[in-house]
């Protein structure tokens, strides 16, 4: 049974992997959807035509890692397609993001990324396909998305590294660094509700994309054996830039546009 796993599949992102490989990758036997809010991943499962299951967790509880893996040898899968895009972010400064936050997206986008990651890679083989979710906050450190951006970085340094640690075996890695997407769950969830709320961050999210494209856009270059993925103009020049420009101009660019 070739199936892909998704995680982050209750909403945003996890959900647009879902219904595109529904729709699109007559390869895929089973799709197994993972993030906590069953009952929208039972809906998200009945309405897609392949077959489904659905793993409600929270993933920075080490039982989960324990329970996907347990499923993973019960069903003696064979994980084609990983696509890893659990995550979230908080916006403020040090002082007005909570300690439970700031371990929490540590948690969730570096730790839980990286351990359901090994999870599925044994139960892989040439020509599958591992995507991790980045951001373009990977590409730069930004004030008052600190600890988010750092994580970031991290799972993207994870994933390039990654990605040649497997290339013997044919399984393509992909890191996939999308700028603001307007239409997921994501911005709502980090605009900060600390002391100072959103006074402290970002205040606009200009030339934001879609879902759909980032989507459509991360299945392609994982398609191509891509190492990363910016799927919106905005990431793409900014990769560049960032290669470019000292980081001091870097954090005063954005200094700028946040505002
Ligand atoms: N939207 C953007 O502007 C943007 C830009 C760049 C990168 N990204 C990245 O894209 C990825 C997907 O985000 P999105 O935009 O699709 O946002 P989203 O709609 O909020 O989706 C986040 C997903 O993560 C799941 N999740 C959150 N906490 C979890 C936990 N503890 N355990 C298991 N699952 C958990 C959520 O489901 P439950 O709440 O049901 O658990 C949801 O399915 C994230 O990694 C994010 O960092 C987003």
Request: charged share 20%.
């Amino acid at each position: 049974m070739n199936t892909a796993v998704i995680t982050g599949a209750s909403s945003g992102l996890g959900r647009g992997f879902a219904e595109f490989i529904d729709a699109s990758c007559a390869q895929i036997d089973e799709i197994w959807l993972i993030a906590r809010r069953e009952e929208r991943l039972n809906e998200i499962a009945s309405s897609l035509v392949k077959k489904t299951r659905v793993f409600a967790l929270d993933l920075t509880q080490a039982s989960s890692i324990g329970t996907i893996k347990n499923a993973l040898s019960e069903s003696n899968a064979h994980v084609s397609l990983f696509i890893s895009a659990a995550g979230y972010g908080k916006i403020g400064s040090s002082s007005s993001v909570s300690d439970e936050d700031t371990a929490g997206m540590i948690d969730l986008n570096c730790r839980a990324a990286v351990l359901c990651t090994r999870a599925v890679i044994p139960y892989m083989r040439a020509g599958d396909r591992i995507i991790e979710i980045c951001s373009t906050s990977a590409f730069q450190p930004l004030q008052y998305l600190n600890v988010y951006a750092a994580s970031k970085a991290f799972i993207y340094n994870y994933t390039r590294a990654l990605r040649n640690e497997l290339l013997p075996k044919g399984i393509a890695v992909t890191a996939v660094c999308p700028y603001w997407i307007k239409d997921t769950e994501f911005i709502g969830i980090a605009q900060n509700d600390g002391e100072d709320g959103r006074a402290s961050g970002v205040r606009s999210f200009p030339l934001s994309t879609t879902a759909a494209k980032v989507v459509k856009r991360a299945m392609a270059a994982s398609g191509a054996g891509f190492a990363v993925c910016t799927p919106d103009i905005v990431s793409f020049f900014h990769r560049i830039f960032a290669k470019i420009l000292p980081r001091t101009v870097m954090l005063y660019i954005w200094d700028l546009l946040r505002r």
